[in-house]
């Protein structure tokens, strides 16, 4: 059996073990296509040796390219990533991305294409999905940074800080982040704070503590399209003459995409990988898969594959609540 296998939109930590355990389960040949949805159209595509799989597999340098399409795909682009598919002779496809790659897949299906969706995003938006492909390695990294500002603010108390993080729409990395990090307070679009409250709750905090962290998600204003950045220098703007402080600002942006990937993604990119294969193995075609709430990897149609916001009846979103972050 020969596979293929693309990844598309933003880059993630966690991929390289996705492909070592792809490879190591089904023991067939993979080939690669560089350069997402255009790498396919273009016939971008390499073999990675074995021992590379294996020496890369928990490295934070990818093995493979990931891309983004501007416009739409033709079907003169259908057609031709269909002569290239079958001109290399593979059974299937397996592309790594988000909603807009599993769009493409829909599509792709129609052309006879056997296909897999495997949700690869820091933002974690995947309708279904309870966990995706560098999701957890993007929040290890804003733990590292509220901790340099804790220190920061023990050092020089009554630091105010806003970070400010990627996750489109969805305030799924901000919430989460901000529980994992302890920080103070989350700004996600679902829960949005009534600006005079706000300004309440962090002078509070300030009068008992060195520092107060909020993190703030790029979508939290009215403003953001996507790959905008500066939400913060929104709220900034709102909230610092109401609080007397002066606020320091960070945006962590693109550096939420790399890192050492952490133990839970190289645990959940096997799950992952595991149903994966038994999706192929089965015979099950036209299947995204989907981690759920229950820590299990379970195919769902391409149909019915979409974004996602933060599900507020969440034991996540409601602890949350419960210390006063949203």
């Known amino acids: 059996m020969k596979i293929g296998l693309v990844i598309s939109g933003g880059d993630v930590s966690g991929m390289n073990n996705f492909l070592f355990q792809v490879n190591r389960m089904m023991e067939s040949e993979i080939v690669i296509f560089d350069g997402g949805i255009n790498g396919l159209i273009e016939n971008k595509f390499k073999d990675i040796p074995r021992r590379d799989l294996v020496d890369y597999s928990i490295s934070s340098v990818p093995l493979i390219s990931s891309g983004r399409k501007e416009d739409k795909c033709k079907k003169s682009d259908y057609e031709k990533i269909v002569k290239n598919i079958r001109h290399k002779k593979l059974d299937c496809l397996i592309m790594a991305g988000g909603d807009g790659s599993f769009q ?17 995003t820091i ?39 806003m970070i400010e993080l990627l996750g489109g729409y969805c305030g799924e990395l901000t919430l989460q982040a901000a529980l994992k990090s302890n920080a103070d307070i989350a700004l996600i679009p679902e ?40 939400a913060i220098d929104t709220m900034i703007g709102k909230i610092e003459h109401k609080i007397g402080i002066r606020i320091r600002k960070t945006i962590l942006g ?40 229950n820590n299990k990897a379970i195919p769902i149609d391409l149909e019915d594959s979409g974004k996602r916001l933060v599900d507020e009846d969440s034991n996540l979103y409601k602890l949350a609540k419960v210390n006063n972050l949203i």
């Open 191 to 230: 829960a949005p704070w009534p600006i005079d409250v706000l300004a309440e709750k962090i002078k509070q905090k300030i009068e008992v503590q060195n520092s107060v962290i909020i993190l703030c998600s790029e979508g939290y204003t009215k403003e953001y399209t996507p790959g905008f950045q500066g």
């Open 254 to 293: 693109y550096g939420l995409r790399n890192g050492t990937p952490t133990g839970e993604e190289i645990i959940q990119g096997a799950i992952l990988a595991e149903e994966v294969v038994r999706c192929i193995n089965s015979g099950l075609t036209n299947k995204i898969i989907v981690i759920n709430n």
């Open 123 to 161: 933002d974690n938006d995947i309708t279904g999905n309870s966990y995706t492909i560098g999701f957890s390695t993007a929040c290890e990294q804003v733990i590292g940074e509220v901790g340099k500002l804790r220190n920061t603010g023990r050092g020089l108390p009554g630091r105010i800080f």
């Open 104 to 120: 493409f897949l829909k599509a792709l299906s129609g052309y006879g294409v056997n296909c897999y969706g495997v949700g690869m």
